[in-house]
């Protein structure tokens, strides 16, 4: 026969066996901000072969390649955001609003891209206008923004790497 001890000891092994293991990976802050560093460089690569791509189209003029690069390209930046909307809620709240802010902040600089990109198309593919006095006012309008944008991204992103290097 067993001891009321021994006996408690048993139920209390057989209980924990039979509790579902709620223990979850659970990444630290810093990782988390690696995470997003590394969704940012992602996003940069991704930048710079839509410039490619444009580029290539601005030499070629080939329409359904650049259309399809456009497509593969608009579909990254929709997969890095879903990473990085991912992340967000699982840091403190001093992080996770810098990155949404940063989210916002490249989703315009995306939308400002678009429209540069299409001007641009417009006057240096379709009427090979490029010295119309309007077309090079707005390019240098909408360089400016996204300059000014990517300014600003920077400046948190600054915050962020700091905290993941110390």
Not at 32 to 40: E, G
Not at 113 to 124: E, P, V, Y
Request: charged share 30%; hydrophobic share 40%.
């Amino acid at each position: 026969m067993s001891s009321p001890s021994e006996s408690k000891s048993s139920e209390s092994v057989v209980a924990a066996a039979q509790r579902p293991d709620l223990t979850v990976a659970v990444k630290s802050t810093k990782q988390l901000l690696k995470d997003f560093l590394t969704r940012q460089e992602e996003r940069a690569q991704t930048y710079a072969s839509f410039r490619e791509a444009f580029d290539k189209f601005v030499d070629d003029k080939d329409s359904a390649a650049f259309s399809t690069a456009c497509d593969t390209i608009t579909k990254k930046f929709a997969a890095i955001s879903m990473a990085v909307r991912e992340i967000a809620p699982q840091l403190p709240e001093m992080w996770a609003s810098k990155v949404r802010a940063i989210q916002e902040l490249e989703k315009s600089k995306y939308e400002e891209t678009i429209l540069m990109r299409g001007l641009q198309a417009k006057h240096i593919v379709v009427t090979k206008d490029i010295y119309n006095p309007d077309f090079v006012q707005a390019d240098r309008e909408h360089r400016r923004k996204i300059n000014d944008l990517i300014e600003s991204i920077n400046d948190i992103l600054e915050d962020l790497v700091i905290e993941v290097r110390y």
